[in-house]
């Protein structure tokens, strides 16, 4: 029921899903009315693999997560987890609040042993990898410890989808000098460092995000957050000033292309699909790159990012297959494990 | 002698500044050899309002605050902060450590009355306006007090530069909602809200950074830099990306248009200037937006970006000219005085 979209764009996904996976099943959680309108002849069972069950309840976005824990014991959100806690499901998956989900996957799943608090991971384009960042908005205020905990989590994370031993680990900060930052960067610097479970390299800072291979890259969720949704915003708007430049040149060049008629067909697609825009399209693909994982859960949980269309949470289907496939939540506890045999 | 150009940059921004300013002077401070260098024919003489001293002394990007505070009393930074201090000048313009100018300031220049420590002002394009942020940088924690007198010298900073009487003012948070935020933002709240000399607006998402008008946006050092940094390298990937694609499209644009001999005339013009970067390119002109400022000390002083060119220099220069003339010292100083008489 999440996401802006919410069944209009999650049934689709689905069915899309289920084609492109031929042994993976789904259970799709809500509101019979609003599930089975986005169906083929209001028909659930023609599509195969697919199962439907309906709730009485849907968790809003403006629900706080202790309201939502509370009041929402049947929602779709809460049987889906449920459906994972018992053991019928592998992964869950959600559009919606994010708040509420980590609450009730607490709640239902339980946490890590050896963390104080899950954290949202995310990935984000870069042209020879992507980077992990975390933790994109769970914790507002973190410890070092805690940002040593994320540093753990997402190394058992990437080495597991990645097949990378030890894949390079940095701590977001302004500048790469020891000096810089506030005093939790700096005392998880030293924490990180001394850690031989992990590949620590040191500062980075907000402008090299979207540079290198694969990299992960640690901070607190209210700098996370913003960091992310800067990022949002500026391509956004980059984005925006292209389709208004591009939607006032056209009229201009049709004159000169008319006189061509190869040049009508093959120009516009040219730019529609195989110049300007399509590096972009491929670099920022929201199936390449939604869906951000509550680390440190007992179980894949997957947030679909609220604005997601179909190829979007489609994508974030696959980020919980793979991740329940890699085994991300044994190698997480394996890890962590790893690290209090250690300390 | 500051940032990535030196003064093969400033040098030349300087006669461009003096050449739009008929009435403006310049005092340039520096290495006497790297100086000259740059002047046609070595002579400083001959261009008209602008005049040479020597220093023994630079700093350099990797000093210390304190060390270059210590060391450094014959640096083209220390002398020119001095100039102001001494009234022979009246603003002080700097591409260099943003750090070292900061404590020099605060040693030669004194802090206005009523605030812990001066912030950095940067301002961001708007489709309508522009956006103040503060702090980008200069303190990585923050009390919520801090925040408050971030926003009555922004607002004071604002209503000189733009003349409007109560600029809106946003706390940058991770979501709109009272709920959301730290403890620090969360207080911070509270106070800019009960602030009658403030205009505020509540919280604002990062997402929404470059969207509206004119908007003052107050964050803590750390969160500020962080997010002016992801919002730059998101621009300059995307931008590669375009450069790319560019390249790699203009030969299959070729065949199409050679057959129409105004099409090979107007439409890589159209392409180049008129169309699909020109609104990005005057969107982050950097003649329009380098140059921020360490508000809070008792004269205009302005960092120019270590990447700057000569017109972005420049711009930093007429930032400088623009707060002098506005008497933005001036106008902290009252403001604050006014919130004191309040409190």
Same mark, same amino acid.
């Given at each position: 029921? !999440?996401?802006?979209?919410?069944?209009?764009?999650?049934?689709?996904?689905?069915?899309?899903?289920? $084609?492109?996976?031929?042994? @993976?099943?789904?259970?799709?959680?809500?509101?019979?009315?609003?599930?089975?309108?986005?169906?083929?002849?209001?028909?659930?069972?023609?599509?195969?693999?697919?199962?439907?069950?309906? $709730?009485?309840?849907?968790?809003?976005?403006?629900?706080?997560? +202790?309201?939502?824990?509370?009041?929402?014991? *049947?929602?779709?959100?809460?049987?889906?987890?449920?459906?994972?806690?018992?053991?019928?499901?592998?992964?869950?998956?959600?559009?919606?609040?994010?708040?509420?989900?980590? @609450?009730? !996957?607490?709640?239902?799943?339980?946490?890590? #042993?050896?963390?104080?608090?899950?954290?949202?991971?995310?990935?984000?384009?870069?042209?020879?990898?992507?980077?992990?960042?975390? *933790?994109?908005?769970?914790?507002?205020?973190?410890?070092?410890?805690?940002?040593?905990?994320?540093? %753990?989590?997402?190394?058992?994370?990437? +080495?597991? %989808?990645?097949?990378?031993?030890?894949?390079?680990?940095?701590?977001?900060?302004?500048?790469?000098?020891?000096?810089?930052?506030?005093?939790?960067?700096?005392? @998880?610097?030293?924490?990180?460092?001394?850690?031989?479970?992990?590949? &620590?390299?040191?500062?980075?800072?907000?402008?090299?995000?979207?540079?290198?291979?694969? #990299?992960? =890259?640690?901070?607190?969720?209210?700098? !996370?957050?913003?960091?992310?949704?800067?990022?949002? !915003?500026?391509?956004? /708007?980059?984005?925006?000033?292209?389709?208004?430049?591009?939607? $006032? /040149?056209?009229? $201009?060049?049709?004159?000169?292309?008319?006189? +061509?008629?190869?040049? *009508?067909?093959? =120009?516009?697609?040219?730019?529609?699909?195989?110049?300007?825009?399509?590096? %972009?399209?491929? @670099?920022?693909?929201?199936?390449?790159?939604?869906?951000?994982?509550?680390?440190?859960?007992?179980?894949?949980?997957?947030?679909?990012?609220?604005?997601? *269309?179909?190829?979007? &949470?489609?994508?974030? %289907?696959?980020?919980?297959?793979?991740?329940?496939?890699?085994?991300?939540?044994?190698?997480?506890?394996?890890?962590?494990?790893?690290?209090?045999?250690?300390?």
């Amino acid at each position: 029921m !999440g996401g802006d979209g919410g069944p209009a764009v999650i049934v689709p996904a689905a069915i899309r899903f289920l $084609s492109n996976n031929p042994d @993976a099943e789904l259970v799709l959680y809500g509101l019979e009315d609003e599930l089975l309108k986005h169906f083929p002849n209001r028909d659930p069972l023609g599509i195969d693999r697919c199962r439907v069950q309906y $709730s009485s309840q849907v968790v809003s976005d403006q629900e706080s997560p +202790s309201a939502a824990l509370r009041h929402k014991q *049947d929602s779709s959100m809460w049987l889906a987890l449920q459906s994972v806690a018992q053991g019928s499901a592998g992964a869950c998956i959600s559009g919606g609040n994010t708040g509420a989900l980590m @609450a009730m !996957g607490l709640k239902l799943l339980g946490i890590s #042993e050896g963390i104080d608090r899950p954290a949202i991971c995310t990935a984000l384009p870069r042209q020879e990898g992507r980077c992990y960042l975390l *933790d994109a908005g769970a914790n507002v205020d973190c410890s070092a410890q805690q940002l040593q905990q994320f540093a %753990l989590m997402a190394t058992a994370l990437v +080495s597991a %989808l990645e097949q990378i031993a030890q894949p390079p680990c940095a701590l977001l900060n302004i500048g790469k000098e020891r000096i810089k930052g506030n005093k939790v960067v700096k005392e @998880a610097a030293e924490l990180l460092a001394a850690n031989s479970i992990l590949n &620590y390299t040191g500062f980075i800072e907000a402008d090299d995000l979207l540079r290198g291979g694969i #990299e992960i =890259v640690i901070c607190d969720g209210f700098v !996370g957050n913003v960091t992310l949704k800067a990022i949002e !915003g500026a391509a956004r /708007m980059i984005l925006e000033h292209l389709m208004l430049a591009k939607s $006032s /040149m056209q009229p $201009s060049l049709k004159p000169a292309l008319a006189k +061509s008629p190869e040049a *009508d067909l093959s =120009v516009p697609s040219g730019l529609e699909s195989e110049g300007v825009y399509a590096g %972009l399209r491929q @670099a920022f693909d929201p199936g390449q790159f939604n869906g951000a994982i509550l680390l440190g859960l007992n179980a894949v949980v997957i947030k679909s990012h609220g604005s997601a *269309d179909k190829a979007g &949470y489609c994508g974030a %289907l696959e980020r919980a297959a793979q991740a329940h496939q890699a085994d991300v939540t044994g190698q997480v506890a394996r890890y962590l494990k790893n690290y209090m045999a250690q300390a």
